[in-house]
């Protein structure tokens, strides 16, 4: 049974500094892995994709590596921003997709 | 990307009675919708697996007959809260899969979930 786990639970730094958030999943035969943003009470935010066969993703201030083997994925935020304040969740896809828990970040102005 | 709409965003009932939700994919088809149900600061929950057609795949743990799906077309599925109690007070969301990129490999696309409180 895959297993989705996400650290830290919550995590508060000031803003401008560079982050990492770590999921790591038991199951490593996965299709993709995903990685979402969720604002208190409102729905899922795609933020990167990454398939299988790949090892990162990247988009603007946003760097998402995969190794699968290890069954590890991280999230890298450059220079972060009041903004970026949000639950991240990360999300893999076998034949359902499982997600973890999710990282509350909170970027202190 | 593409677009998978709920509705209604929020409501509110009384205990005992039923409350229909509604998934629609605007801009593609989907055989195959997902319903997951997340609780106060807890990850989503597949509830269960949708299909065009077909009888909806319920998860370990998930009441089949108090959980309603019914998917009569390609862009429409709906899941039903029959009696609802105020522990099922929760947010609901739906994800849909492109027909025509149904590769497993394929993003998921989530509609906006709605808020179901049972009072």
Redesign the interface.
């Known amino acids: 049974k895959q297993e989705v786990t996400q650290i830290p639970a919550a995590l508060s730094v000031p803003e401008g500094e560079n982050l990492v958030l770590n999921c790591s999943f038991t199951d490593s035969a996965i299709y993709n892995l995903q990685w979402f943003r969720q604002d208190p009470g409102k729905g899922l935010t795609s933020l990167l994709l990454i398939q299988s066969s790949q090892r990162e993703q990247t988009s603007g201030r946003l760097n998402a590596s995969l190794d699968k083997s290890s069954g590890r994925s991280t999230l890298y935020i450059a220079a972060s921003q009041p903004g970026d304040s949000a639950t991240y969740l990360c999300a893999v896809r076998s034949d359902k997709i499982i997600f973890g828990k999710g990282t509350r970040l909170h970027i202190l102005p | 990307?593409a677009v998978v709409s709920?509705h209604p965003s929020w409501v509110i009932c009384k205990s005992g009675t039923s409350v229909k939700i509604e998934c629609r994919s605007l801009d593609f088809q989907a055989t195959t919708m997902?319903w997951?149900r997340q609780f106060p600061?807890?990850?989503?929950?597949?509830m269960a697996?949708s299909n065009e057609g077909s009888k909806a795949t319920y998860e370990q743990g998930v009441e089949k007959d108090k959980f309603l799906i019914n998917h009569a077309s390609l862009t429409l599925s709906t899941l039903t809260v029959t009696s609802a109690h105020p522990e099922d007070s929760s947010?609901y969301?739906c994800?849909a899969r492109d027909i025509d990129r149904a590769q497993?490999?394929t993003?998921?696309?989530?509609?906006?979930?709605t808020?179901l409180t049972v009072v």
Do not use: C, D
């Open positions: 990307g709920q997902f997951y600061k807890q990850s989503l929950m597949l697996t947010f969301i994800s497993m490999n993003e998921a696309f989530f509609g906006q979930g808020r």
